[in-house]
């Protein structure tokens, strides 16, 4: 690698892409790496050097001498340099938002003269190749000495030589300023806005009056808000609309957002430098905000993000037939690169809730066209703690022909396997059949041993590096332990017993009402059992007791009440999802081992129970019964985006994840016949399992291999408890007795 690379020569390329464009270059990730040390590159930066040419600009004075320069790659990367100020400069530049790797300088900005009065500048910086455009907007970080005065920053941008200078958003935190980068030019910061009025020649009139007015001693918040308002109305609510409300396909080929033409570019574009006005009058004045318009804004966007990764999932779809193999445009990965990678970031970008509008990462995931699939057969061979086994794993991709018809799994692409959870983390790469092996110790004195998998596609193109998917292998020493609550006594009470159904043993004891045990819930450490004491109906105290028996403990006191279900803990054994009574209908809540930081997740006209965690802690499923049927719904831990699983007339409740995250089984009355059924995390891909026949209060084992429920066996009129293989098969009896045996858990 040469200095002379690193002239500043220019790459220029429109800023408003076309689609097909953007396709090509396929941005990626907003998440930035770590800070390096001065003078260094990080990530898929390589070959820091110094010794870079001048770069003979008449009016901005660079110090050449501290300049650094490396070669960053698409899937990015980091470079420093350090101002003979002792200001360090820090460049991040994202997965993707380079077209290609790039020869990339960074100077140390000393002055410059045209732009900022003398004592103005705090600092500033000139990269090459001058002119780059950024798909995703890169950061520069400027940590600041304590001997330079921060109480008034602006940031600013501008090209070549302080050309065609515009304002920027700059964030003070502590002594290091944050200013975003969407084109390789220069970016800097000055101490007043006076010292930049008058020379925003690359600013719309509309931004130049917003920063005219905060510059005036005497200005007006009203004036900023009526400005907001009125490039709102005039651009932004035309130009995002534009793409989203049409009685067509919003980008459909011959529509007026086609995905080969610049509209919805320009659209994005446009609500995003209205989103940066924003940002930079709100970093002045915390308190200023423009509703509902900006409330407005957030909807439109996240209904044209929905379209735009619609649109870019049919375009693969359509592809679907041709190879996966290679950087073509006719390549559908490539398509589910970026309908996943420009989606998530954008929505991310502009602020929109992810999670609750269907934006976030598992929700992209699990509806792309392009997925990469593990299958289920996957296993773990060692047998206890001390042992060294082999974990065996196929994965590979499918496409979607259609929406929820994949095709084939394909081997064509590698598939980077990262196992974490055994002695050592592992990461390799599957062969060219999808298969994958390595061998792993299991720790001693871990029991169950709970290894995690990622799978991604190990493609050069960052968007597609980032098609992943997630399994879990949980495996103990022993069968585990089953969880269930009986009423030999009368009263209801908590039992376990091996999975294997011997050694069962009393964990709760009493024969009044008001110390019945109900719907037991394992920890995810196998240690502790949750479940409700007292008088259900009415009201009933939330415990928390040892496997042993020992150590009973209140939670809450009003738990339950209602529509009856089980428990749930956290997967990080720190909080507990419950039901209780509010008003008249129970909810669901969430609260801490000890009784603190209570929050209501739910709040329906019907009423809400059986809390289940997800193994990945983001989503609760539950039990709601509205319009006189209980269906299955899901809920995000944070209280948003609630979803409705289940359609059928016949009730559907008592859901339960599978320990991968990627099923739900639920119990069912479909037909007026109680039985088990599982579905999709999605709800997508409803089916009974066979021999599941008048079964109820369904639950996993911890390897995911089988489900344990509760039945009444033929002639009998009390339930026993059985176990049946995933697939329906396979049924055997657990226990025989002539008492109500039901709510069984399995212990990790």
Request: hydrophobic share 40%; aromatic share 6%; glycine share 12%.
């Amino acid at each position: 690698m040469r200095a002379e690379d690193y002239s500043p020569r220019v790459h220029q390329r429109n800023r408003r892409l076309s689609v097909l464009a953007a396709a090509a270059l396929l941005g990626g990730s907003l998440t930035a790496c770590g800070a390096k040390p001065a003078g260094s590159a990080s990530g898929s930066a390589s070959g820091v050097i110094g010794g870079l040419p001048d770069l003979h600009l008449a009016n901005v004075k660079t110090e050449t001498s501290a300049a650094r320069g490396a070669m960053i790659k698409r899937g990015g990367g980091t470079l420093q340099a350090t101002g003979s100020n002792g200001v360090v400069y820090t460049l991040t530049v994202p997965p993707g938002a380079l077209a290609a790797d790039t020869n990339v300088g960074l100077y140390p900005v000393a002055s410059i003269e045209s732009l900022v009065g003398n004592g103005g500048l705090i600092g500033g910086v000139q990269f090459t190749p001058d002119g780059t455009t950024l798909d995703f907007p890169a950061t520069l970080s400027v940590e600041v000495p304590a001997n330079i005065d921060l109480t008034h920053v602006a940031g600013f941008a501008y090209s070549g030589d302080a050309a065609d200078p515009e304002l920027r958003p700059a964030i003070v935190a502590g002594r290091t300023i944050t200013i975003k980068v969407r084109h390789f030019s220069g970016i800097g910061a000055s101490r007043t806005y006076g010292d930049l009025l008058g020379v925003w020649g690359g600013q719309a009139a509309w931004q130049q009056a917003i920063f005219q007015e905060i510059a005036n001693p005497n200005r007006s918040m009203a004036t900023i808000a009526d400005i907001l308002r009125t490039q709102y109305d005039d651009v932004v609510l035309p130009a995002l609309g534009l793409c989203t409300n049409v009685e067509v396909a919003p980008f459909a080929a011959g529509a007026v957002c086609d995905l080969d033409g610049t509209k919805a570019a320009e659209a994005q574009w446009a609500y995003e430098e209205w989103r940066n006005a924003l940002l930079y009058v709100q970093i002045q004045f915390s308190s200023f905000t423009v509703d509902p318009e900006l409330g407005q804004s957030k909807v439109l966007a996240a209904t044209h993000l929905h379209d735009w990764y619609g649109a870019l999932n049919d375009r693969c779809r359509a592809l679907a037939a041709n190879p996966i193999v290679g950087d073509s445009a006719e390549n559908p990965v490539r398509w589910a690169g970026l309908a996943f990678a420009h989606t998530l970031d954008w929505a991310t970008e502009w602020g929109i809730s992810t999670s609750a509008n269907g934006l976030d990462l598992e929700s992209l995931l699990d509806n792309l066209c392009a997925k990469v699939v593990i299958d289920p057969s996957r296993s773990y061979s060692a047998a206890s703690p001390g042992d060294t086994g082999t974990l065996r794993l196929n994965a590979g991709i499918t496409i979607e022909t259609a929406p929820n018809t994949a095709g084939p799994v394909r081997h064509q692409l590698p598939i980077q396997v990262k196992v974490t959870g055994a002695a050592e983390d592992a990461l390799g790469v599957t062969d060219s059949q999808g298969d994958y092996h390595v061998d792993l110790a299991w720790p001693d004195g871990l029991d169950p041993i709970k290894i995690d998998i990622l799978a991604s596609i190990n493609v050069e193109n960052p968007n597609v590096q980032r098609i992943a998917r997630f399994d879990r292998i949980t495996k103990s020493s022993g069968p585990g332990q089953i969880a269930w609550m009986s009423n030999p006594s009368g009263a209801f009470q908590i039992f376990s017993m091996k999975a294997d159904g011997t050694a069962t043993k009393a964990v709760t004891t009493g024969t009044g009402p008001l110390t019945q045990g109900w719907t037991p819930s394992w920890s995810s450490d196998g240690r502790r059992i949750a479940f409700y004491q007292g008088v259900v109906s009415s009201g009933a105290n939330l415990m928390v007791v040892n496997a042993d028996g020992s150590g009973l403990k209140l939670v809450v006191s009003d738990a339950a009440g209602g529509l009856l279900g089980r428990p749930s803990w956290s997967p990080d054994g720190a909080k507990l999802a419950f039901q209780a009574v509010d008003g008249h209908d129970s909810e669901i809540y969430v609260v801490g081992l000890d009784g603190s930081a209570r929050m209501q997740l739910t709040s329906n006209e019907g009423e809400d129970g059986g809390p289940a965690w997800s193994p990945d802690g983001t989503r609760i499923a539950f039990t709601s019964v509205r319009d006189r049927n209980a269906d299955v719904y899901v809920i995000s831990t944070d209280g948003s985006g609630e979803i409705r699983l289940t359609t059928d007339p016949g009730s559907d409740g008592q859901p339960q994840w599978s320990p991968d995250g990627r099923r739900i089984v639920f119990a069912s009355q479909r037909g007026g016949v109680n039985g088990i059924w599982v579905m999709q995390a999605d709800g997508s891909g409803q089916m009974e399992l066979a021999g599941g026949t008048g079964g109820a209060y369904p639950t996993w084992s911890p390897d995911g291999t089988q489900v344990v429920f509760a039945a009444s066996a033929s002639g009998k009129t009390t339930s026993d408890l059985f176990v049946m293989q995933a697939d329906g098969t396979a049924v055997r009896q657990l226990t025989q007795n002539d008492v109500n045996d039901i709510y069984p858990s399995w212990s990790p």
